[in-house]
Each structure stands twice: as structure tokens, then as C-alpha cells.
């Protein structure tokens, strides 16, 4: 079975901290994707990558960034974290790029709350 | 604009069968997907369907019709277990993936 995990499950920040949430896959999927998931929303795409050092904006990219180092890791960092940003966060792979049928395997998610 | 609409939330009895809908419209088609969440834990893959019809996987069967922008999932012999939401989500032609907010389904005994 393919393992996301996520480094954190819960996290609590100041507004104007920097944050790292930290995410590896264990399958040597191509994809990987940071969401994040708000009551009544849809989840909403912040950024994805398709290789290493490679990364694509989502549709919610403002106030984010990513690091694809390894094919493996794949990091989102909030530069200034602020309280709109309090959400759960959840990252994402799959095994091929520009595949109709490649599921997504999601990670058990961070809660982060920015006070 | 791109969109997918499912009710908020669903209750059902256990035992008994419980259809809940999603209806689209995206830019271009490459699929439909279905994820069943359970509270505070990550989405897991129920099905895919591309083409139209039924697709079935023991209690749990989805139904794609494209010409009408619309899905359901139908969980039948429902159990406690099956209290969750459940999220439809459709690949667009750029494949990318266009989520519905999700059902939450109250399962009562």
C-alpha cells in the first residue's frame, strides 16, 4: 500500500511566523500536491509538482511556496503565516503524470491553526 | 466557470440503500472520481468512472451519465462504518482535478 505521511498532525503558529509542513511518499509517484480543506469548500489545490525541483501554482498559490528536492519529499512553506491560513492541510501523490486513472493517496493531513 | 454541486449532507438508516448525486460542468472530461473521508482522517479512493454506465465494487456502485453532467454513488446494506463524506471530484482536460465540497452522510441505526 502507498504511504503518505505528513510530519505533523497538529500545529499551532504566531501570524508572521515562517511554517514548514513537511510530507514524503513511500511509492516513487511522480505527482505530488499540497491542498488544503476548509469546511463547506471543495478541497482547493495550492501548489503540485510533477518532478523534482519542478512545481506548478493551484489555484490558491498566494502566501505559499514548495520545495521539490526529492521525489519523495515535497514541502509547502508559508513564508508569514497568517490566521486565514488556519486550516487542515493535506498532501497528496499519484503515480503518473497526465493519466485519467491514477488516484490520488492523501496523507492523514496537518491541522494548523495561526493565532 | 468549473463546477460540481452535491448536497451538504444525507441521512440514512443502516441497512438500507442510499444514493447521493453530483452533478458538473468543467472544461473538457477525463474522468470522475469518488473519495470516502471519514471525520479527521484522509480521503481514500472509492472509484473512477470514465465511460457511461454502472460501475460496481461489491456495496458500493457508481453510475457516470456524461451527456447529463452527472454521477451518483449508491452504498447499499448501508453499515455504521459507512458514516463519512463523501467527496466527487472530476478530472478536467487539463487533468486536473475539480472537487465537489463533499456529502456527509449520517448513518442512524
Known amino acids: 500500500d502507498v504511504k503518505v505521511t505528513q510530519s505533523s498532525r497538529y500545529l499551532v503558529k504566531r501570524t508572521g511566523e515562517k511554517v514548514f509542513l513537511e510530507c514524503v511518499q513511500d511509492?516513487?509517484?511522480?505527482?505530488m500536491f499540497w491542498y488544503r480543506q476548509d469546511p463547506g469548500l471543495g478541497l482547493r489545490l495550492i501548489y503540485f509538482?510533477?518532478?523534482?525541483?519542478?512545481?506548478e501554482k493551484g489555484d490558491i498559490p498566494e502566501g505559499y511556496s514548495v520545495s521539490r528536492e526529492k521525489k519523495e519529499r515535497f514541502s509547502l512553506i508559508l513564508e508569514s503565516a497568517s490566521t486565514n491560513q488556519t486550516s487542515m492541510y493535506l498532501c497528496?501523490?499519484?503515480?503518473?503524470?497526465?493519466?485519467?486513472?491514477?488516484?490520488?493517496?492523501f496523507g492523514n493531513g496537518t491541522r494548523l491553526t495561526v493565532t | 466557470g468549473q463546477n460540481i454541486d452535491q448536497p451538504t449532507e444525507m441521512t440514512a438508516t443502516e441497512g438500507a440503500i442510499v444514493q447521493i448525486n453530483c452533478t458538473y460542468q468543467?472544461?473538457?472530461?477525463?474522468?470522475l472520481f469518488w473519495y470516502q473521508q471519514h471525520a479527521g482522517e484522509a480521503p481514500t479512493f472509492l472509484s473512477y468512472?470514465?465511460l457511461d454506465g454502472l460501475e460496481e465494487k461489491g456495496r458500493f456502485s457508481s453510475f457516470l451519465s456524461r451527456s447529463k453532467g452527472y454521477s451518483y454513488l449508491l452504498l447499499k446494506e448501508l453499515q455504521m462504518k459507512d458514516s463519512a463524506s463523501y467527496l466527487c471530484?472530476?478530472?478536467?482536460?487539463?487533468?486536473?482535478?475539480?472537487w465537489g465540497a463533499g456529502t456527509k452522510l449520517i448513518i442512524k441505526p
Open positions: 497528496a501523490s499519484s503515480r503518473y503524470r497526465d493519466s485519467y486513472n491514477s488516484p490520488l493517496h
Open positions: 511509492m516513487d509517484h511522480e505527482n
Open positions: 509538482s510533477y518532478d523534482v525541483k519542478m512545481k
Open positions: 468543467t472544461s473538457g472530461f477525463n474522468g
Open positions: 468512472n470514465v
Open positions: 471530484a472530476v478530472m478536467d482536460s487539463n487533468y486536473q482535478l475539480i
